[in-house]
């Protein structure tokens, strides 16, 4: 059990760590391959250009996760915990709403993909490892709103303070 805890807590940090070290390691390389060899390659190229789109969709999850997306709370100080906790309430369903469209679309997507069998241009892989990086983030998504309704949820019901998450200029 203390595994899927330390899984739930720490999942999307060492995803975006993975993502991170392989997009600036391809980048460097293929930097010092155009600077000091005037070659370079297609597949430097996409390795970053799939690892930034991961790394935006997970950690899209991420800030869902600690309340970190981009918000304007000005107003929320001056509620007291249990009208705070309902506006959070509505915002986690609003975002929960669009989560699974998007999701449900996203994956439309995938399908087509592996349908057809559309591979990348310069590495040759599939598609479908690359287009999943949209539903997967919306998969997240919708787990951490989920997880962010019932902490609400819990507020609520005891009228305690609801999680803020960090604010960016304190």
Do not use: C
């Not at 993502?19 to 370079?40: C, G, H, K, P, Q």
């Not at 609003?94 to 998007?102: E, F, G, S």
């Not at 993909?113 to 690359?130: D, E, I, Y």
């Amino acid at each position: 059990m203390n595994l899927l805890r330390q899984i739930d807590k720490n999942a999307e940090r060492w995803a975006l760590l993975v993502f991170y070290v392989m997009l600036v390691a391809t980048m460097a390389i293929e930097v010092l391959r155009r600077e000091i060899f005037a070659y370079s390659s297609i597949w430097g190229e996409e390795i970053v250009r799939y690892s930034f789109i991961y790394l935006a969709w997970i950690g899209a999850a991420a800030a869902v996760k600690d309340r970190a997306h981009i918000r304007i709370d000005v107003l929320m100080h001056y509620f007291p915990p249990r009208p705070k906790a309902v506006m959070y309430i509505f915002g986690d369903l609003v975002m929960l709403v669009v989560a699974v469209i998007a999701l449900y679309w996203s994956y439309e997507t995938v399908h087509v993909s592996a349908k057809f069998g559309s591979v990348s241009h310069g590495l040759r892989v599939s598609m479908v490892w690359f287009l999943m990086a949209v539903p997967l983030g919306f998969a997240l998504m919708i787990w951490r709103l989920l997880q962010s309704l019932l902490r609400d949820l819990r507020s609520l019901r005891d009228g305690t303070a609801v999680f803020e998450g960090d604010t960016l200029f304190d």
